[in-house]
C-alpha cells in the first residue's frame, strides 16, 4: 500500500500527462491529484482528482498542497525554450518562482519530496559541444537556459541549506506520440512524424547537421521514476542529474523517416530557434547518473522512429 500522495502540476502537458498515468498505475488513481489551467471535463487526466490552478498562485497552491495532504509533487508546469524567448519576464516567473513556493514548503516540513526538470538549456555556449559533462561551467544564452540554471542552484541551496529532498533531471528534446510538445526547440523531432504521415514531407527550422540530444518518452518516464525512486544517500547531484538519451541531427532523423515511408522528403529553413540550438550541447555524458541510480535506455533512433510511426499511424487512422 502506498504512503505517497502526489500532485503534479502541468499535468495535461507533454511528460505531465504520460507521468501521471504512470503514477497512477503505480499508486493508484486516489493517491494521484493532477493540476493545470485547464477547465476539468470527463477524461482530461487519469488521476483520481483533478484541480483547476495557477501554480504562480502561491496561496492556492498551498491550500491544495494541505487539502489533500500531499507528501510529494512533480512540478513541471514551465515555459519551454521557443515560448520564452518570447516572453522573458513571465517565463522568469513561471519557470523559477513556484519551485522556491514548493521548496519553502518542504522545508516547513509540508511536503516531503519534489522533482523538478530541468534541461539541457542550462549549458549554453563556450563549452565543447560533445559528451558535455556533468560539471563544465554554464553559460546559458536563452532565457530558459537561464531560468533553470537559476532553477538549479536554488534546488542545490534549499538540499544544503535545510536537507529538502528535491531531485531533478536535466532532459535532454524529449519524444513522444501521446501529447504533442508546444514552444520548446527540440519540438521539430515531434511534428517531423506527424507531418511525414500526413504530408510526406517537412520542413525543418533546424539545419540539417544540427546534433541536439533527444530522448523517448517512454525512457523519460523510466529515467524519471527510477530517480525518485532511488535512496536519498545514492544521490551525489543535487542541482539537477545530466541525462544524455541518444544524439541526432534532422538528416539523421529523415533517413530513418524514409526507412518507414519512402516517398518522404525533408527541407530546412531555419528560424530563431536555431540560434538557440547552435548553443546548446550536441550529446551529453550522463555516466553520473547511470552510476548513481542505474539510469538506462531502451529507445536508440531506430526503435524510436518504428515506434513513433506504429503508434502515431493509429492515432491519424493511417
Ligand atoms: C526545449 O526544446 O525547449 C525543450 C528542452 C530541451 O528543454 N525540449
Request: proline share 4%; hydrophobic share 35%; net charge negative.
Amino acid at each position: 500500500m502506498t504512503t505517497e500522495k502526489i500532485l503534479i502540476t502541468g499535468a495535461l502537458g507533454q511528460i505531465g500527462t504520460e507521468l501521471t498515468n504512470r503514477l497512477v498505475e503505480i499508486h493508484g488513481a486516489e493517491n494521484v491529484i493532477a493540476s493545470g489551467l485547464d477547465r476539468w471535463q470527463k477524461g482530461l487526466t487519469s488521476a483520481g482528482y483533478y484541480e483547476r490552478m495557477d501554480v504562480s498562485n502561491t496561496q492556492l497552491v498551498r491550500q491544495v498542497i494541505k487539502d489533500y495532504e500531499i507528501t510529494t509533487v512533480y512540478h513541471l508546469a514551465s515555459l519551454l525554450s521557443g515560448t520564452s524567448e518570447k516572453q522573458p519576464l513571465f517565463a522568469w516567473k513561471l519557470n523559477v518562482e513556484p519551485l522556491l513556493n514548493f521548496c519553502e514548503m518542504a522545508k516547513e516540513g509540508l511536503i516531503s519530496k519534489i522533482f523538478w526538470p530541468s534541461s539541457i538549456a542550462v549549458f549554453g555556449t563556450g563549452i565543447p559541444k560533445e559528451n558535455v559533462g556533468q560539471d563544465v561551467v554554464l553559460n546559458p544564452t536563452t532565457v530558459y537556459g537561464i531560468s533553470k540554471m537559476s532553477g538549479e542552484k536554488w534546488c542545490e541551496y534549499y538540499f544544503d541549506k535545510y536537507g529538502v529532498d528535491v531531485r531533478s533531471i536535466r532532459y535532454p528534446g524529449l519524444i513522444s506520440w501521446k501529447t504533442p510538445a508546444g514552444g520548446g526547440t527540440t519540438d521539430y523531432a515531434v511534428e517531423i512524424f506527424y507531418e511525414a504521415l500526413e504530408e510526406k514531407k517537412y520542413k525543418s527550422y533546424i539545419t540539417e547537421n544540427t546534433a541536439m540530444p533527444m530522448l523517448y518518452m517512454d525512457d523519460a518516464i523510466d529515467a524519471t521514476l527510477k530517480l525518485m525512486a532511488a535512496p536519498k544517500e545514492n544521490l551525489t547531484i543535487h542541482s539537477s542529474y545530466n541525462l544524455g538519451g541518444m544524439s541526432f541531427t534532422p538528416k539523421e532523423l529523415a533517413a530513418e523517416i524514409k526507412k518507414e515511408i519512402p516517398e518522404f522528403e525533408i527541407s530546412y529553413d531555419a528560424d530563431f530557434r536555431q540560434k538557440i540550438a547552435d548553443s546548446w550541447p550536441a550529446s551529453i555524458d550522463d555516466s553520473i547518473a547511470k552510476k548513481d541510480w542505474d539510469l538506462n535506455y531502451t529507445f536508440g533512433i531506430s526503435e524510436m522512429t518504428q515506434d513513433m510511426i506504429k503508434n502515431l499511424k493509429i492515432k491519424l487512422g493511417k
